[in-house]
């Protein structure tokens, strides 16, 4: 199994102090390599808008999936969290249509750019800058009810009070992210 010195120090700030994700990879052989490698069986989802008009697709298993509950992915998705699928660059592709882009500050201190289907608005993907070797990809947008979940949700300081989180999901009151701000 080959791990990138860029894809461990995504999974470190993905996972902090979480030895989860290193385990499932070496009990799971047949999940494709971190470096965007896939070996079979390889798994193939697409990620599409609600109009289909924008499909990304995905090979191998994401490195990590991530429940957010800040007010931007609120206001993002127009739901009360965002949960996001990071995979390596090498593992995604365009496979049909055109995305239209929106960059807003992370509270890291770098940008994020969402590519979302400029004809029904449904974000499909995003690429966080402190985070450049992954793509983001909105978990609902697979439209796979046995999608691998999230195991960590980040901002819980706006968590909806109503909402109860499995035990297994490790939460953060804000985000774990540790980059050097710019400037
Ligand atoms: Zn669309
Ligand atoms: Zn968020």
Known sequence: MLFGSQTVVALRWLYPGDKRLVRAYRTRPQIADLDGLCSPPCV??????????L???CSGEPAAVSLCHCLDCQRRTGSVFGVGAFF??????VAKGSSTQFSRGADSGSTITFHFCGVCGSTVWWEPEHLSSMVGVAVGAFAEPDFPPPLQATWAVRQHEWLHLPVEVTSHPKSPVRTTPRG
Do not use: F, H, P
């Open 55 to 57: 499909v990304l697709s």
């Open 44 to 53: 193939i989802r697409e990620a599409a808008c609600q109009c289909g008009q």
């Open 88 to 93: 390596t660059k090498e593992q995604v592709m």
